[in-house]
């Protein structure tokens, strides 16, 4: 059967069978409603860094090292903020606070620690339990506290929990973080893996509970940990779909009221877009695949298709109900013309949409997959399903007393819009060379221009910003969103110490440990460090199991002679008999700090480099894996890892998924425009006209972007295929309406009813689109609102693009095939005659015989 004969069918069913296809369609709804139950849902950071070698490295790490990395312990800081935190009612506001968490039951705690603590022992050695060093506490004198803060100002263990204007004369600080570690299976030490999931988890519901009993003794304290980062990386979806959602209803609403101007046809068109989610979530839910933050933008792209389509079928069939035809033969009619360009528009969409498969980060792919999905699920609904729905209405309208409002088609002759429509065809008349070549310009200019977008990924893009705006914080339950304190803490933190501040790259070492040469190459590598390690003395500041022997053997003569023995270079580090050292190490009481950077079985160990603060990301990464390629020993491997190099990782990975996603999304749409306008018009050389304005659209996108200052992020990393993949549309629509109108008028006259009649369908969807689209900008998450006002702008370019350059692009697409512009051409005899021999399609047309 021929594309001409399918499409027949297809229309003689819709006007024939009705009943029967949306029967149909109401039982697929059923089968795809079934899966929205089986739907969950992922967040964070953990579903793009799963399966980087680098982040595998980290959880070996997690895994194998020492207590704080357990996988049945998590750990729970309690952030005070004070005048003075080293008061005495402050510090036993905190003693209490960890007394409190550790009489709760179901809390599991396994030991706590803060500097207040520290001060406790130091005044009564014997105040092994909080209990005892609150009494410590609370018998000392002002000038006892002081002089045990002031003992402590060089111990690592109290300085690390103040923050930086710790005076140690006055015994005063504005901040300190006590520690609260928790039994709990599953943690995956100390949570950090926690910080990337979703959902409740043990050590999520233990910190929501801990901040409850913590308020009871004072204000000055703020649990935070991994599991508050869980938890409001999961919030922030619900959050942002309640704002998102009814905004997005409300404004397409109204846009449509102004399109369809009849309240059926609202109706209608309305109960389609619902279906078209349902059947797109409920594929979700059948495939097993989770919902994450980035599925968030798949509703208001569903949107965006779904009333381009049924503004298009509607505006179409009134037009042809305006020329006098019935119900059946106006939308018989209407299918088909419209079911090509559908075709063709929902084929381009997807082919932008599955571009993503490319991607090396499964979100993005599975991003992909579930728009394309939803795409052919929209192009079935409004292709097929509301063409019969509207039949059926349309015939009962004609029968009973069904009030009927305008059924005029949006930019009908005469009217202000058309005029405003008719801009591009009137440069088209004038110059369409000339300025088609100041468009080519401008593309280029703004290609090269927006080769400097910079890339980005960090566990702050998941979160909500550290300042709510005030238009969310004044709206009404249930859509006022949570109270957000992650990203407030987390700037509070890096603020006040300077372990935020610096990050650091950990080195994992795999291989035999008691290797005679092994500590050696670990020591090695810290030598002439990059500019962007810390470096003391010509080498980098480390932490690592040659700190731990170094430091032993500074404070325990009899191992400082065993290390001697065993030192051939003399340089601190033991080369033989390496079992024994580590034999004297863990039965020492250096057990736990050996443990934290040797594995239990000795075949790994790692190293800790501390990184200078205010240095990018990708720096750090870079001069991590230079350091680890310093490792030469055949029988081991080195692995740069940690937060740092992992986030790292990522952010490369997002730039390489935007580039591979548009080349190939570029690329297949080419190939496949050229394909489908060769089979169904004998016409391949349209595919590549009707690129013309989405490579534009694309450009001034992608220029933009760095004008904003908005990098690639694990959102925007999609928009420049998205782009591709809903741009097309305008063009294609255009496109294929030229061809019909240019087989009955002028060229002139065939562009003007072109951009009138699909030009005005065009508008209506294009304000429809970028508003329902452009709501994400009220998100919670501020990186899903860059991601909203990009595709909205996408689309407002493209319909540009196609109104203003597309008709130039025509004009001389039309001169090369040799028409007369002043007179129609046959479609039969010129856009469907395949090529003779020796022929080309820039053989003129009327030498183009059967």
């Not at 499409?7 to 109401?26: K, M, N, Q, S, Y």
């Not at 449509?256 to 046809?265: N, S, T």
């Not at 080498?539 to 032993?552: D, F, H």
Request: aromatic share 8%; hydrophobic share 45%; no cysteine.
């Amino acid at each position: 059967m021929t594309d001409e004969g399918i499409v027949d069918r297809i229309a003689a069913e819709i006007t024939e069978r009705p009943g029967r296809i949306v029967v149909a369609f109401l039982l697929v709804t059923l089968v795809f409603a079934g899966g929205l139950a089986n739907v969950s849902t992922s967040a964070g950071t953990q579903q793009f860094t799963s399966g980087i070698p680098a982040e595998q490295a980290l959880s070996d790490i997690q895994r194998e090292f020492g207590p704080s990395f357990s996988e049945d312990t998590g750990s729970t800081q309690l952030v005070q903020r004070n005048r003075n935190v080293l008061s005495k009612p402050a510090m036993l506001r905190m003693l209490r606070a960890q007394q409190r968490l550790q009489e709760t039951q179901g809390l599991r705690v396994a030991a706590v620690s803060s500097p207040a603590a520290t001060v406790a022992r130091t005044l009564d050695p014997t105040a092994t339990t909080t209990e005892a060093q609150i009494r410590a506490l609370e018998r000392a004198t002002p000038t006892e506290i002081d002089r045990a803060i002031r003992s402590n100002a060089d111990n690592p263990g109290f300085t690390g929990g103040v923050s930086d204007d710790f005076n140690a004369e006055s015994a005063s600080a504005s901040a300190a973080i006590g520690v609260v570690t928790h039994q709990t299976p599953g943690a995956g030490g100390g949570g950090g893996a926690a910080a990337g999931q979703s959902g409740s988890s043990p050590l999520t519901d233990i910190q929501l509970r801990s901040q409850r009993i913590v308020d009871t003794v004072g204000g000055d304290i703020t649990v935070f940990g991994s599991g508050i980062i869980s938890a409001e990386f999961s919030s922030v979806i619900t959050d942002s779909l309640l704002i998102v959602t009814p905004a997005a209803v409300l404004l397409i609403a109204g846009f449509l009221i102004v399109a369809y101007r009849d309240l059926l046809d609202l109706l209608l068109g309305a109960f389609t877009l619902v279906l078209a989610v349902v059947w797109t979530f409920g594929f979700l839910g059948l495939a097993g695949i989770p919902f994450s933050q980035l599925m968030i933008a798949v509703p208001p792209l569903l949107l965006a298709v779904g009333i381009d389509f049924g503004i298009h079928a509607v505006n179409r069939y009134r037009e042809d109900r305006e020329d006098g035809y019935g119900v059946d033969e106006a939308m018989g009619l209407a299918v088909r013309q419209l079911v090509v360009a559908f075709f063709i528009v929902t084929g381009t969409t997807v082919i932008g949409f599955l571009a993503n498969l490319t991607s090396d980060l499964t979100p993005i792919r599975e991003f992909g997959l579930v728009a394309a999905a939803g795409i052919v699920f929209t192009f079935l609904l409004f292709g097929v399903f509301l063409p019969a729905a509207k039949v059926l209405i349309d015939r009962r309208r004609e029968r009973l007393p069904i009030p009927t409002f305008s059924q005029a088609p949006l930019g009908a002759e005469g009217s202000g819009l058309a005029s405003v429509l008719r801009v591009g065809v009137s440069i088209g008349e004038r110059g369409p060379r000339v300025f088609l070549a100041l468009v080519l310009v401008l593309t280029a200019a703004s290609g090269g221009y927006a080769a400097g977008i910079s890339t980005s990924f960090s566990q702050e893009d998941f979160l909500p910003p550290e300042d709510t705006a005030d238009y969310l914080e004044a709206l009404p339950e249930p859509f006022a969103p949570s109270e957000y304190t992650a990203v407030e803490t987390l700037n509070f933190l890096e603020a006040k110490f300077t372990a935020s501040q610096g990050g650091s790259v950990t080195i994992y070492v795999e291989g035999d440990m008691e290797d005679p040469t092994r500590l050696e190459e670990i020591y090695r590598m810290g030598e002439d460090p990059p500019s962007t390690f810390v470096s003391e003395g010509g080498r980098a500041e480390s932490r690592s199991i040659v700190t731990v022997i170094k430091r032993r053997a500074a404070s325990d003569p009899e191992f400082r002679r065993l290390v001697n023995r065993n030192d051939r270079n003399a340089n601190g580090v033991p080369d033989d008999n390496l079992g024994e050292i580590y034999d004297y190490l863990l039965s020492s009481s250096s057990h736990e700090q050996a443990l934290q950077y040797l594995a239990e079985d000795r075949r790994s160990t790692r190293v800790v480099y501390s990184a200078e603060a205010d240095v990018s990301q990708s720096a750090v990464a870079a001069d991590g894996r230079e350091v680890a390629d310093r490792y030469r020993d055949t029988s081991g491997i080195a692995v740069a890892t940690g937060t740092t190099v992992v986030f790292a990782a990522v952010s490369d990975l997002i730039f390489a998924s935007a580039v591979q996603s548009l080349a190939v999304a570029l690329a297949l749409t080419v190939v496949f425009l050229v394909v489908i306008y060769g089979v169904l018009e004998g016409l391949p050389s349209l595919g590549v006209v009707n690129t013309v304005p989405i490579v534009a659209s694309v450009a001034l996108v992608a220029a933009t972007m760095r004008l904003a200052g908005i990098a690639f992020n694990a959102f925007t990393a999609t928009i420049l295929s998205l782009t591709i993949g809903l741009g097309i549309d305008y063009s294609v629509h255009v496109v294929h309406r030229f061809i019909d109108e240019r087989g009955e008028h002028d060229l002139v006259t065939a562009l003007e009813r072109t951009v009138r009649g699909t030009g005005g369908a065009l508008l209506g969807s294009m304000l429809t689109t970028t508003t329902g689209i452009g709501v994400l900008v009220f998100s919670v998450l501020s990186i899903l609102g860059q991601f909203g006002t990009l595709t909205a702008l996408s689309i407002l370019y493209s319909f540009v693009t196609s109104m203003v350059v597309l008709p130039s692009a025509l004009v001389i697409w039309d001169g090369l095939k040799g028409h007369d512009p002043d007179q129609p051409v046959d479609a039969e005899s010129v856009f469907s005659l395949p090529l003779r021999d020796g022929e080309s399609e820039a053989t003129p047309a009327a030498s183009r015989t059967d």
